[in-house]
T-cell receptor, first 115, second 113 residues
Framework: AQTVTQSQPEMSVQEAETVTLSCTYD???????LFWYKQPPSRQMILVIR??????QNATENRFSVNFQKAAKSFSLKISDSQLGDTAMYFC????????????FGTGTRLTIIP | KAGVTQTPRYLIKTRGQQVTLSCSPI?????VSWYQQTPGQGLQFLFE???????NKGNFPGRFSGRQFSNSRSEMNVSTLELGDSALYLC????????????FGQGTRLTVV
């Protein structure tokens, strides 16, 4: 079974600063996907960024980028130039490449952007 | 394009009752997954349907069941409700069989009293 661990329950950062959220996972699979999802207060969860394990290049989406370290089973999310709208719960998630179409989530990090 | 729609948004039920939650996926999406979100357990996978077939089921008791219709809409049912079933139930839909981009609804907040 796969497990996903987010060791930072809460974080806060000043607007415009950079913040990094940590995620580690445990799996015996070689092919899989990793995701960061954002859940703003009282709003639906949305996909922030996705990383395929077979790709060595780290994924980026505008101000969001990841540091994927496959050997260390680490998958951190960096948010640059943070904005008030980034305030949300952030969940790291794992999905096997084949045969098990479910997301395994971490416990989440509550991120607050301070004006 | 309309997003994933879950109804109702809020629900209060009494212990022992049963409840049915509905999820309408994004048009064209054939995969629907259900998750339970609680402060204590976090987000846990319930089940996933693709083209009316349940492909995966999480570790929940048999009181939790679901189905998917030919138009891809899905329902989940919880029978003999317990206080511990109080949670936010999230539905996610995706276009392909491999859910590499799941779109979530706003959820149904179920409170069991």
């Amino acid at each position: 079974a796969q497990t996903v661990t987010q060791s930072q329950p809460e974080m806060s950062v000043q607007e415009a600063e950079t913040v990094t959220l940590s995620c580690t996972y445990d799996t015996s699979e070689n092919n899989y996907y990793l995701f960061w999802y954002k859940q703003p207060p009282s709003r639906q969860m949305i996909l922030v960024i996705r990383q395929e394990a077979y790709k060595q290049q780290n994924a980026t989406e505008n101000r969001f980028s990841v540091n994927f370290q496959k050997a260390a089973k680490s998958f951190s999310l960096k948010i640059s130039d943070s904005q008030l709208g980034d305030t949300a719960m952030y969940f790291c998630a794992f999905m096997k490449y084949f045969g098990n179409e479910k997301l395994t989530f971490g416990t989440g990090t509550r991120l607050t952007i301070i004006p | 394009k309309a997003g994933v729609t879950q109804t109702p948004r809020y629900l209060i039920k009494t212990r022992g009752q049963q409840v049915t939650l509905s999820c309408s996926p994004i048009s064209g999406h054939r995969s629907v997954s259900w998750y339970q979100q609680t402060p204590g357990q976090g987000l846990q996978f319930l089940f996933e349907y693709f083209s009316e077939t349940q492909r995966n089921k999480g570790n929940f008791p048999g009181r939790f069941s679901g189905r998917q219709f030919s138009n891809s809409r899905s329902e989940m049912n919880v029978s003999t409700l317990e206080l511990g079933d109080s949670a936010l139930y999230l539905c996610a839909s995706s276009l392909q069989a491999l859910n590499t981009e799941a779109f979530f609804g706003q959820g149904t907040r179920l409170t069991v009293v």
